[in-house]
C-alpha cells in the first residue's frame, strides 16, 4: 500500500479556472438610447457633457441598474471637476471608468465582449460603396479559371 499525502483527487477532475464564477457578459454593438444629462448635476464643461452622453449611449449600459447610473453621475461631476482644473481626481475616473470596462483591458478583465455574430451579420449585409470593388470579389476575379 502506497501511502499518499493530501486528500484524494476527485474520479472526474475539472479545471477551476475554465469559467469564471460571475461568468462572462455579451454585449450589442446595437445603439442604445442611453438617458439625458440631469440638469440638476449642474455640469459646466462640454467634456464632462460628451463623457456623460458617451457612457449613457454606451453597450456597457443595457443592463445598469440605478445603482449603476447614480455613480456615472458621482464620475460626471468628478470629470466636470477634472476639466475644470483639478487634476488629482484623474486616477479616481480612471478606476471607476475601469470598473464599467472603458478600455479593451478592463472588458477582458470583466470577461464582456462585443457580439461577434451581431458584428458579422452586419459586415455581410454591409454593401461597398459605389465604385469600390470588394477585396474578395477583386481575387476571385484573378483566381478564377
Do not use: C
Not at 460571475?22 to 462640454?46: D, M, N, W
Not at 449600459?61 to 458621482?74: G, N, V
Not at 481626481?89 to 477582458?108: F, H, K, S, Y
Request: hydrophobic share 35%; net charge positive; charged share 30%.
Amino acid at each position: 500500500m502506497v501511502a499518499r499525502r493530501g486528500p484524494a483527487p476527485k474520479p472526474n477532475a475539472v479545471r477551476r479556472n475554465t469559467t469564471h464564477a460571475l461568468g462572462t457578459h455579451t454585449l450589442s454593438e446595437e445603439p442604445v438610447e442611453g438617458r439625458a444629462l440631469p440638469k440638476s448635476l449642474g455640469i459646466q464643461t462640454t467634456a464632462a457633457r460628451r463623457f456623460w452622453k458617451t457612457w449613457a449611449t454606451a453597450p456597457q449600459t443595457q443592463r445598469w441598474a440605478e445603482t449603476d447610473w447614480a455613480e456615472l453621475e458621482i464620475t460626471v461631476k468628478l470629470v466636470d471637476a477634472f476639466y475644470l482644473g483639478d487634476a488629482k481626481l484623474a486616477g479616481e475616473i480612471r478606476q471607476r471608468v475601469g470598473r464599467w470596462g472603458a478600455t479593451t483591458e478592463d472588458r477582458a478583465r470583466l470577461r464582456m465582449s462585443f457580439d461577434q455574430q451581431a458584428r458579422e451579420e452586419r459586415e455581410e449585409t454591409s454593401e461597398p460603396p459605389r465604385g469600390v470593388t470588394s477585396i474578395d470579389r477583386y481575387r476571385q476575379a484573378f483566381t478564377a479559371p
